[in-house]
């Protein structure tokens, strides 16, 4: 079976512009996570969907919004693009709401200019 | 509320030596724990995972780790470390009650010497 797929694999864009990522999760997987990790650090928890609904958010702000369709898959939008938005975008599923365990993809690497 | 604190940025260890990678979270309701490993450009790959049944956890590629709740403690082992394992490591936590964010530690990232 397929893992976690991400689109795209690398992204530049520049200062204010608008940006949608995607991810398809495991076959069966109900709930998508989206995570930021910065060069350097630890993933940070941005969304959790479960059931096409918003389940958990994380301190970020406005300019970050997701959703989730009925076939699972998940798209994260990051509007007003900031150099600080420069990041490694992770997405992982899990079979239900609980983040138990997840099952990340290879990432969305993001370049602000 | 919650974090995890990953003591050592970087370790460093001779081939064939014990890995030893410490972690300490504080929650405040019984926690799931986690190890993660991260090899350069890829996503993360789950290595082990505590869910309040053993408090000694084996995972994949020869690691485990312990549940010490009196330490609040969730250290990775290896008693051997293999060249394969230079990589960046996970500690995370999330809640098994309520809430659904998972908290990542910084991260430690592994040497191993030949």
């Known amino acids: 079976d397929a893992g976690v797929t991400q689109s795209p694999t690398h992204l530049i864009k520049t200062r204010g512009q608008q940006v949608t990522l995607r991810c398809s999760p495991i076959s069966g997987h109900k709930s998508v996570s989206w995570y930021q990790q910065v060069l350097g650090q630890g993933p940070q928890f941005i969304f959790q969907?479960?059931?096409?609904?918003?389940?958990g958010r994380g301190n970020f702000p406005d300019r970050f919004s997701a959703r989730q369709f009925p076939n699972y898959s998940s798209e994260l939008n990051v509007n007003a693009l900031l150099l600080g938005d420069s990041a490694l975008y992770l997405c992982?599923?899990?079979?239900?709401?609980?983040?138990?365990?997840?099952?990340f993809g290879p990432g969305t690497r993001l370049l602000v200019l | 509320a919650q974090s995890v604190t990953q003591l050592g940025s970087h370790v460093s260890v001779s081939e064939g030596a014990l890995v030893l990678l410490r972690c300490n979270y504080s929650s405040s309701v019984p926690p799931y724990l986690f190890w993660y490993v991260q090899y350069p450009n890829q996503g993360l790959q789950l290595l082990l995972k505590?869910?309040?049944?053993?408090?000694l956890v084996k995972g994949i590629n020869g690691f485990e780790a312990e549940f010490k709740k009196s330490e609040t403690s969730f250290h990775l082992t290896k008693p051997s470390a293999h060249m394969s394992d230079a990589a960046e490591y996970f500690c995370?936590?999330?809640?098994?009650?309520?809430?659904?964010?998972?908290?990542f530690g910084a991260g430690t990232r592994l040497f191993v010497k030949a």
């Open positions: 505590y869910t309040s049944a053993a408090t």
């Open positions: 992982a599923s899990s079979p239900g709401a609980r983040q138990e365990t997840q099952y």
């Open positions: 995370a936590v999330s809640p098994n009650t309520g809430g659904f964010k998972t908290i």
């Open positions: 969907y479960y059931e096409k609904e918003e389940r």
